[in-house]
């Protein structure tokens, strides 16, 4: 059975620090150009269309880091979809889009236009960049886990990479926030893996580690055929209790943020976990509804949310901020 902390850790914070050698903050100010405008309200209705939580959480930020981040967004939906619903090759199409990502000089792609200026703004590391294009492209080539600590490697990649990202977006005190960035990570991965248990069995993807279904005595059948027996509610409790503490464990890291930007960053933990407690009230029956939290029940969180960010104090002095303060 899976530990809840082990070397993968390490390795998916050298990973982080790999894309971050030689880079220093940079700040951009300067007004978004009327061309570019389009381009980002585009990115905001994509946002708007496909996560309502993210837009909601990114509503919290002030206007300028609320469009790079939709942006943010935008860039990895739309790279989602070029493997899930390619057309043809989908390494092609992938490698295609990777090229337009990072060449985007005379694109005419709204997405990549938006994003290629966010980048720029915030100073976002390319490779981040491309581990989540790599993290993407690994559903073309595995789609089963022997263990956590793959598993793991793969939220990094799809996941943590975007947590990164954020944080360029929002601001950060120093390379401290590294390690609890990666926690939500993987705490946001895990949550959406647990939901989408049944879409991505039909899929022919099993997230869901080989080492875990052994322990538990779950097989890929009971999980295709959508069996709810005690030894899957047992699965899924463990599967539960672990992602609570990964969110949990990176609490700490929103006091490494900007402070216009901690409500945001804490309402995006909180709603997206308010997700595994609508598993457990529908005893972890994810085959007959996808989970989700309301949008009343996302309102009704949002004051205390704000109050436990507020209650959040301010870091050590340390790296400047990476962000522009809006």
């Known amino acids: ?44 209705e994509i946002t708007s269309q496909h996560s309502h939580t993210f837009y909601l959480a990114s509503g919290l930020l002030p206007p300028a880091k609320r469009m790079a981040a939709r942006a943010l967004y935008a860039f990895c939906r739309i790279s989602d979809e070029v493997v899930d619903h390619a057309q043809a090759d989908a390494q092609a199409e992938l490698e295609q889009w990777r090229q337009r990502v990072l060449s985007p000089d005379r694109s005419e792609d709204l997405v990549v236009r938006a994003w290629a200026d966010t980048r720029a703004r915030y100073h976002i590391p390319q ?57 939500l990570g993987v705490a946001l991965q895990l949550t959406n893996i647990l939901r989408d248990v049944s879409e991505d069995c039909r899929a022919g993807r099993v997230y869901l580690p080989r080492e875990d279904l052994d322990a538990f005595a779950v097989s890929e059948s009971d999980i295709a055929a959508g069996r709810v027996t005690d030894r899957w509610r047992a699965l899924m409790v463990f599967q539960i209790t672990r992602t609570r503490q990964f969110y949990s464990q990176s609490w700490p890291g929103v006091a490494m943020l900007n402070k216009d930007g901690r409500f945001a960053i804490a309402a995006a933990s909180n709603l997206y976990e308010g997700i595994l407690d609508d598993i457990l009230a529908r005893r972890c029956d994810v085959f007959s509804h996808r989970a989700h939290l309301s949008a009343l029940g996302k309102l009704r969180r949002l004051p205390f949310i704000w109050w436990r960010a507020q209650r959040l104090s301010d870091p050590a002095p340390g790296v400047v901020s990476s962000a522009p303060v809006s």
């Open 1 to 44: 059975m899976s530990t809840w902390t082990s070397n993968w850790e390490g390795v998916l914070l050298d990973r982080a620090q790999e894309a971050l050698e030689g880079w220093e903050p940079v700040h951009r100010i300067d007004a978004i150009p009327p061309d570019l405008k389009q381009a980002y309200r585009y990115c905001a």
């Open 127 to 183: 490779l981040y960049v491309e581990q989540l294009l790599d993290g993407v492209a690994n559903d073309l080539i595995h789609r089963r886990y022997g263990t956590f600590a793959e598993l793991a490697e793969y939220c990094y990649g799809v996941a943590c990479t975007v947590g990164l990202m954020s944080m360029h977006i929002v601001g950060f005190s120093s390379m401290a926030a590294l390690p609890y960035a990666i926690k």
